[in-house]
């Protein structure tokens, strides 16, 4: 308000043509702040190169658990299925363990143990078919009713299950 009254006294040109300017400056600036690119997106490179969220990432190696029993394996499942990183793949894997671990044989928790060793987006993209799951993770025999469990065809709203 202070700004204007200095104005006041001025011809109304004037006035206009001094807001105009100072207008105009910041659109300028913030325009040409706008185009330049701090941060590029990955797929504004040339044509055929790979994107950076498309190469492969380093991913640690599994942990050998030995002497490990069967209920111990279950109660170690269930917790990596909870407490990943990602709430997505948080929310998929347990209410997926919730409903399925208690029931899994031995087999099945083994290839379950596996499955959970991979990236958690990776997991997340697979299990709601965004993307094509290797060979060696679709063949597994938990990895087809994971997929029908990401669908909740009963559109059931899901929520993270109470740990005991």
Wanted: charged letters at 25%; one cysteine or more.
């Amino acid at each position: 308000m202070h700004s204007l009254r200095a104005f006041s006294s001025l011809p109304r040109y004037t006035v206009l043509s001094q807001l105009r300017s100072r207008v105009s400056t910041r659109n300028l600036s913030s325009s040409i702040l706008a185009r330049s690119e701090l941060y590029p997106n990955p797929g504004n490179g040339p044509v055929g190169t790979v994107d950076e969220f498309e190469k492969p990432y380093p991913t640690l190696p599994p942990i050998q658990r030995t002497n490990e029993g069967v209920e111990q394996k279950r109660a170690r499942l269930l917790y990596q299925c909870r407490k990943r990183g990602i709430l997505e793949t948080d929310l998929l894997l347990s209410t997926f363990s919730k409903k399925y671990l208690p029931n899994m044989t031995e087999e099945e928790l083994c290839e379950f143990d596996h499955f959970m060793d991979q990236p958690d987006w990776d997991i997340y993209y697979w299990c709601t078919s965004k993307k094509e799951a290797p060979e060696h993770i679709s063949k597994l025999s938990i990895f087809k009713t994971l997929v029908e469990h990401s669908k909740n065809e009963q559109k059931v709203i899901l929520r993270m299950p109470e740990l005991k």
